[in-house]
């Protein structure tokens, strides 16, 4: 068999954050010029570059697109600004399947089994009462079907909880795993010490080179470093405080290794150690960044040490964050154990922009949506959705799914409200700890924001990974992707104690009146003699001292 050619491509982005905090985002790109769709699983036997564990999954279940992410924490977007990759707290998967699949859901079912022990994760709790088709929110990100969402799965597992287990298969996906590279820092107990965390995992084919078609391979780490927490202080940061290593050397099978450092804000309020005259501006975001760029595969980054440690001190204060054009948040409103209000709001910071969002809420069965008391306002007027998908849930089987198009008008604020009722579930169906709640997943709001700047649609130039994962085909405009937070709502409990009651009062009454009938069934009665008085006792004993007969 002949190897498939293919690249592999590694590089860290480290943006110091107005809040004071350190943003670091792992980029690892494997791409492979070959289709498992069309060639077969027994023809493609040699990998090479790509992990054999994920190319069958994709060869056996015909998948089309994968998206993968472990996340533990909350984005702040307010305080570090928009993230390059974003992912909701716990875990997020959403799947295409190519067009030939006949029972996607079977597909479906054993294809998040199959991940769940690739990633040691708890994705076979996945089934149909946490996954949704979402209509328009999800578009595939590479070559594929655009229009028929049959093909699509999307669920998320907000209360998983990401772990070393989760990240040690995450690293051995890696050509070089943890042994050299940038992977090296990737030090468990450094990286779970830390404001937030999040792996991913995203798959999709890409035109490679506008003339053959090739599977991407894209793996993301992005980490948030508190350094007052830690107790390291924020004036000054390096490779070494953070991870605990220093970078040695890069993988030996990568195509490019950088190091780029965010010196946007104004070089002047920090220093870098050491300094390297390469330079680098990217669009990002709709905002045009600049970068000092360290490249690995060069061999005067690491000195004469052999050992590189990026250094960063502070001259001064950072001024203040400008307001990300897009945020969202939601939470729960009412009182008691029966009906209650999700409240969805939406944020458009532009000052004289307006644009639409598409939001997409999926709501568990347990709580009924009463859908006629839907109520979408802007600046204290009602905000008429140009567009409504809304899929009701069937008890036990799927959830609820509500898909809007939204006109955002410039510098406003859009709330969105819709009340529910809480169901009473079985006793079996309650979780082992049923008084801390029961965890609803993250609305996803999705976006064309008007960029800053014009952005570059010409992908064929060199640029760096974290700019180029999300097509742009319009130069004023840029894709974002917004995720609220997971709400954790109260659901009517019975009393779980009161079996306990039960069986303890029924064992007792079961016991004493048993035990006593019992006795009188199985006990012997004997006459018994009185005994002799105490003086007759006393000299019984001195007799029997003396040799002398008893006293009868």
Request: proline share 7%.
């Amino acid at each position: 068999c002949q190897p498939h050619p293919g690249s592999f491509q590694e590089e860290l982005v480290i943006r110091p954050l107005h809040s004071g905090d350190i943003y670091a985002s792992f980029q690892f790109r494997t791409l492979w010029d070959t289709d498992f769709l069309q060639e077969g699983q027994k023809k493609v036997s040699h990998y090479r570059l790509f992990p054999k564990s994920l190319g069958q999954v994709l060869s056996k279940f015909s998948v089309q697109e994968l998206h993968i992410s472990f996340t533990q924490g909350f984005w702040r977007t307010m305080q570090w600004g928009q993230p390059f990759i974003p992912s909701p707290p716990g875990a997020e998967l959403w799947v295409w399947f190519h067009d030939t699949v006949s029972d996607v859901d079977g597909n479906w079912k054993e294809l998040t089994n199959v991940l769940s022990g690739i990633f040691c994760a708890s994705l076979n709790f996945i089934d149909m009462t946490n996954t949704v088709q979402p209509s328009a929110s999800f578009k595939p990100l590479g070559l594929g079907n655009a229009t028929d969402h049959r093909f699509l799965r999307y669920a998320t597992l907000p209360r998983e909880i990401v772990c070393t287990e989760n990240l040690t298969p995450w690293k051995k996906l890696l050509p070089c795993g943890s042994k050299a590279g940038l992977a090296v820092l990737m030090k468990s107990e450094k990286l779970f010490h830390s404001s937030f965390h999040s792996q991913a995992v995203h798959i999709r084919p890409i035109c490679q080179q506008c003339t053959s078609k090739a599977w991407e391979l894209r793996q993301t780490l992005n980490v948030v470093f508190d350094h007052y927490t830690s107790g390291q202080g924020k004036k000054e940061w390096s490779l070494f405080k953070m991870f605990s290593r220093t970078l040695t050397e890069a993988c030996p099978l990568a195509s490019s290794s950088k190091v780029y450092v965010d010196i946007t804000d104004n070089p002047e309020l920090f220093e870098l150690s050491p300094a390297t005259p390469l330079l680098s501006q990217a669009v990002v975001l709709g905002d045009r960044r600049t970068y000092s760029v360290y490249d690995l595969t060069r061999a005067e980054t690491f000195g004469q040490l052999r050992s590189f440690n990026l250094l960063l001190r502070w001259k001064g204060d950072s001024g203040d964050m400008l307001r990300p054009l897009l945020h969202a948040e939601r939470y729960v409103a009412g009182f008691g154990l029966q009906t209650g209000e999700i409240h969805t709001v939406i944020y458009n910071n532009h000052p004289y922009r307006a644009f639409p969002v598409l939001l997409m809420d999926s709501v568990p069965w347990y709580l009924q949506l009463y859908i006629h008391t839907l109520t979408v306002t802007s600046k204290s007027r009602d905000n008429k959705p140009s567009y409504i998908h809304y899929q009701p849930a069937k008890d036990r089987h799927r959830p609820h799914l509500l898909e809007m198009l939204i006109q955002l008008p410039p510098h406003s604020m859009t709330e969105v409200t819709v009340q529910f009722e809480r169901a009473l579930l079985k006793w079996t169906e309650y979780t082992p700890d049923p008084n801390h709640g029961f965890y609803v997943g993250s609305s996803v709001v999705s976006a064309l924001v008007p960029s800053m700047v014009a952005m570059s649609t010409n992908f064929t130039q060199d640029q760096p990974l974290f700019s180029s994962f999300v097509p742009v085909k319009e130069e004023s405009s840029y894709f974002v992707r917004v995720y609220t937070e997971p709400l954790l709502v109260n659901l009517p409990t019975p009393d779980f104690s009161m079996p306990y009651n039960v069986i303890c009062l029924t064992c007792t009454v079961v016991a004493v009146g048993y035990g006593s009938f019992y006795n009188l069934l199985t006990r012997t009665f004997q006459v018994d003699e009185p005994s002799p008085p105490l003086a007759k006792r006393l000299a019984n004993f001195i007799r029997r001292i003396r040799g002398v007969p008893l006293l009868a």
